[in-house]
């Protein structure tokens, strides 16, 4: 008998966990998902429920687990600024024992693993675009900093699980993702302004919307992810949308594809929130021939599309 990929989906049923386990069982491989439910939901994952290469797990990250697959994708962690400052302790410890706790069982098994890092690990960036070489401006005592340090901390476990242990470690910095199964009272810029759109309300512009962010779409972030698995690359590698956008652009885009006639309200800009942010992809497109495809209106149609049943 052929021997299944056998993959364990760490976050396996939050926004980019379901897409990836959808696309790792389409393969024909097997998934397990194992997730606390903290932001995850089973609606994203429900149908997969009868597949018999799929199997669900409830289990938290900060606590070991033993289990026999061959490939960890740890994903597990709050990631919408409302989320992980709701209980930000909690969100470190996620980061710190989820990650090592993810890396012995690697170890033990033999099991190559992808940490899903992020763009905040360059916090408010003082270079632009940001490059995988820079070191990042990062607060360490402020509102962001349970979420940006407990990366900055995952990866440095990795790369010590790496050196010292052998383990196959990924580093994949993931850059603002947007799509379908994205929960709509996650408070991220894309689920909230098209929410607002859909229910006629005011879009909420933070501060007067010239920060800049560069969106990416699910299905581009997902084929980078597992692109970069396959690959033997062993070192932080930026995955995300080079087109950068001011908040106030994307907010005039939604409301023209939605309703023109909707009126901004502007509300106080949160702490700490990066002025710019935009990857250099140099190295993913070297190292893994990967480029994200779709472009921001085309995406966003389809979030739309999705949202309008899943409000
Ligand atoms: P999400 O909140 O939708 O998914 C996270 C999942 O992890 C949820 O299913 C949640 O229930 C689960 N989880 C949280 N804490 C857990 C714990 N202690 N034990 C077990 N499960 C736990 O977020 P997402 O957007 O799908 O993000 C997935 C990963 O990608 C996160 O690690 C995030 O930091 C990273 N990332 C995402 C983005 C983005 O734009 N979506 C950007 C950068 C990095
Ligand atoms: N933002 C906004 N209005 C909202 C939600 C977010 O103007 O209703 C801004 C936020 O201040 C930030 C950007 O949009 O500058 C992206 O926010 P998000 O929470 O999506 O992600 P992150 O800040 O982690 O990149």
Sequence with gaps: MIKKNRNLITGGSGFL????????????????????FFTGTKKNIHHLLKDPNFELIRHDVTEPIKLEVDKIWHLACPASPIHYQFNPIKTTKTSFMGTY?????????????????????YGDPLEHPQTESYRGSVNTTGIRSCYDEGKRVAETLCSDYQRIHGVDVRIMRIFNTYGPNMRSDDGRVVSNFIKQALKNEKITLYGEGKQTRSFCYVDDLINGMILLMESDFQSPINIGNPNEFSIRELADI?????????????KEMPKDDPKQRKPSISLAKSILNWEPKVELKEGLLKTIEWFKYNL
């Design 17 to 36: 966990g379901s897409h990836l386990a959808n696309n790792l069982l389409k393969k024909g491989e097997e998934v397990i998902c194992l997730d606390n």
């Design 254 to 266: 939604v409301r023209d594809l939605i309703n023109p006639n909707l009126e901004y309200e502007f």
């Design 101 to 121: 706790n993810m890396l012995g069982l690697a170890k033990r098994i033999g099991a190559k693993i992808l940490l899903a890092s992020t763009s905040e690990v």
